[in-house]
Every structure is written in structure tokens, then in C-alpha cells.
């Protein structure tokens, strides 16, 4: 079942699906690495949960979670 990629848990793996963002904002999204069939980890979360750290590619990447809405995931079990 595909989520947002708001709603995952730190620790927690998977996979982008799509990113549902057009325009600019769309574009900044996939340049930043984040396009279907990405493989990431959660690593972590502000204390206000926004925004969220990504570990993918080798690099480590933080979305707010504004951004993070528009990226549909398939969660690892």
C-alpha cells in the first residue's frame, strides 16, 4: 500500500513511487534524487516532526514536511 512519505516512521525503509508535485517545486523534488524507484531511510525527525532526514544514495537529505507530502512511497514491512 502506498502512503505519503509525511506519514513514515524514523527507521523505517522504502521506496518512492511518485512525486505528485508539477512545476517548479515538482522539479526541485526529482533533482534532488527523490524520483520512482529511489530507495531511502527514514533516520530521523525534528522535535516537532518537521522536517524529516532521509538516508539515501549515500547522502543524507532533509525534507519539510510540506515538501514530503507530495512524494507517494511503498513502506518496507
Same mark, same amino acid.
Given at each position: 500500500m502506498s502512503v505519503?512519505?509525511?506519514? *513514515? #516512521?524514523?527507521? !523505517?525503509k522504502g521506496v518512492?513511487?511518485? +512525486?505528485?508535485?508539477?512545476?517548479?517545486?515538482? #522539479?526541485?523534488?526529482?533533482? *534532488?534524487?527523490?524520483?520512482?524507484?529511489?530507495?531511502? *531511510?527514514?533516520?530521523?525527525?525534528?522535535?516537532?516532526?518537521?522536517?524529516?532526514?532521509?538516508? *539515501?544514495?549515500?547522502?543524507?537529505?532533509?525534507? #519539510?514536511n510540506n515538501e514530503?507530502?507530495?512524494? +507517494?512511497? !511503498?513502506?518496507?514491512?
Amino acid at each position: 500500500m502506498s502512503v505519503s512519505l509525511r506519514t *513514515m #516512521r524514523k527507521d !523505517q525503509k522504502g521506496v518512492v513511487v511518485a +512525486v505528485n508535485a508539477s512545476g517548479e517545486l515538482g #522539479r526541485r523534488i526529482r533533482d *534532488m534524487g527523490l524520483v520512482p524507484g529511489t530507495e531511502f *531511510m527514514v533516520v530521523g525527525r525534528a522535535p516537532l516532526e518537521d522536517p524529516v532526514a532521509l538516508r *539515501m544514495k549515500g547522502f543524507t537529505l532533509t525534507l #519539510r514536511n510540506n515538501e514530503a507530502d507530495f512524494i +507517494v512511497v !511503498q513502506p518496507e514491512d
